[in-house]
């Protein structure tokens, strides 16, 4: 278990009670004026699949349970707020006692989902549940579109070591502490994100740039130096100049070395066709007696990069995979939303033009066939019996966590048999034709229709 | 000027001397082993435009020269590093007392971009230049990916009001915070964002969720309760049910208010064929005197999106623009670098497979032609003579800011100025196919070669 003290240090944006929409906040003036203040139940869930998806994994829950917890207007940010000169004086002091009391359902993290299907559900005092819509998604929406997208670099690369290189150009800070955590979720082996990796425990990878390389006058000059400064550790850049007249420089250099018992632990291959330089770079350094000695590439690589390279049976042990797959490049965003479904015990529905929702409070029930490979999911009402394994599952009463912080570990095994429990056509690449199957209970569809009925009668 | 003070409370991630990648720590280590400590150029460009693109605009300079004036390690991050047992305790103790005493060259904010000119220039000891690679490249890179793409929203609306609607999908709370910042510099009205507004004082903008009327048994009582909540800031959302039915009762209520002299500002529609919405709400809102009501549109718009409905004539005031925007969903990612050109006095580059550089320490000069439009850039070594404007400028001299701070709203000037003055093939939204013209001078040819036949005598 995470010692909660140790994992807080920044891996969330502090005191962000006002990281929300402002309409959150003028929405909650007018609650405030009317009375308004019955449970309400909003629910989390994605409207479709990307074009080139089969499945999503949800993650990002920890962090949402967190900020839930942590929530509270303190006296800097009500100033800011009165400064603004929407608000009454009485809401600002409403605000001032303000904590999350609600209850939380939610899937797992590291769970496979798939659209409609809530993958978190929030019961709370509407102004509670209404003003943490921004942040909660933001959240969850991130969390689980690199973590989908991670998977599929996973399920590319089977046995390989993955690691995520993408602080540089995550969007923000915070995008790049979050896609360290996600990706580790699904499957990576580790990040090169210092910090992400000191907050969450995650394994840290790293080699040098090519910088390193060129700011010394000679190459070889430049692996002596970073071997002598890392031996447990070097991983060396061999594309500044030319890649295979380095990987002998590395050769020459681990005969000179291993006298003094250093050793060079891999080499990294940024640029160029990786397939052709992997395979001459290991002849070479076999040739040389290093087989223990790695083959790690890079360079915008995404699942389809990775699964030409492993089809092709590059011999390469590593990925390291940045950009890509951390702004989930071919799919930058998730048709996400965050809908009250119910409002003081009545179930609620939105009709928009091609955005309509389902009512009520709901439940997703999932059944395994053979081999433990996932069947078929069941979309119902919360209080209706169905067969298979409920997926969202209780985490927070009362405002308060109903159990011990899972580490990162225990999520990332429960995302591997997640993985292998996929049936092979919704783990390819490729689009199914046969998307997987969801459910829809009658009582549900009965329940839209009536809420319609009802509301066309106005 | 904004005061300080006041704009350091949250937008910039806290304490971040960790937020980086490993491999510049290891590198350091190598470098404080070695004694390698002289002066280093490193520069920041772009490689290539994405594939839709006809410019990009320089944003997030602010953001990094805050980033190095306060970047130091404090004995929670020492201590972290120690932990990890990667670094020696000499290595550590150099630490303590590292600042960044460097200079930085850089196009102002708002300024418009071109392939291989570099935006950003840092010279300083080694160590430090190489330490804030990681992180000088997150907040640039992200900052410059919305501008761009806001710029484009810009164009394809003139004189219409733009609103970043975007935090919920931004990629964590800072490109919330971020996006908000970058898309107002290049011209948005101002952001839904409330930390952002507060942060960087931009105008802030908000209407109501489709839960609030949801939560009501009756749309015309929620546009009373939120009208009377807000007396001079009513934007009420119409497309819940029926989008028309509700721009009915909007012009009831708002017979009904008059008397208490409370007046709907404007009506948002956020789902089905906005532009016909967009008319037939225009007609009834006319009709019942209600001509000085606002119509704002929403739902994942992009420029394209916004040019069709502006090309269409639809009656619509603003656009409120979220996701596609603040990922750049069309390129979620630019093709960007931060190379060392120049060690020691002696300029560098790599030569790695489709990814080689030019050497040497550089500048931009920018010809303008008729009527003020751009009409070619040249890149030049720094000591080269040129006709035109000089796009780099010195910011930071020996770790300290040259100017004071600019505001927000002077740089957003610029970046209207440079929009201005883009030539029409440029400033389209389809890919030119006659690129903007960027010459590289025959010194830098020159000593590109040089270099490469030293090298290849090695």
Redesign the interface.
Known sequence: MFRKKETK??H?????A??????????L??????G?NEP?T?ELFVRKLPAQRNFLMAAGLELVLDYLCDLRFTD?RLE?LAR?G?FSAAFLRSLESLRFTGSVYAMAEGTVFFPDEPILRITAP?REA?LV???V???V??ST?VASKAARCVLAAPGKQLVD?G?????????????ARASYLAGFSGT????A??DFHIP?????????????Q??GEAFE??V???PE?AHLLI????TEIAAKKVVALSKRLAAEKMTIKGVRI???DLSIHAQKVRCILDEGGLDAVTILVS?NLDEWRIEKLVHAQAPIDGFGIG??M????DA???D?A???TQ?AGRP????????ATLPGVKQVFRTHGAEGKLAWDALVLEDERHAGVPLLQPVMIDGQRLCDRLTLDVMRQHAQRELLSLPERIAALNPSNEPYRVDISERLVDLARELDSM?SA?
């Open positions: 240090v920044t969330l944006y502090p005191d962000c006002l990281l929300t929409d402002l309409y959150e906040l003028t929405m003036q007018s609650y405030f004026d009317c308004m309400a909003f800097v800011m603004t929407r509407l209404q819509e921004s942040r998604m933001n959240l929406h991130y579109l290189f602080l540089r150009r995550a969007h923000g800070a915070e995008a790049g502490i979050l896609s090169a994100t210092l910090q990796g000191l840290m990878f790293g080699t040098m740039a090519h910088s390193f390389v060129q700011a010394h000679d190459e130096h970073f002598r400064s890392q550790n594309d500044t100049y030319d940024d640029s160029g360079g950009t890509r951390n702004t989930s490049a930058p965003y998730l996400c965050y809908k009250l409002y609620r529905r939105k009709r928009s033009e091609g955005k509301q106005h």
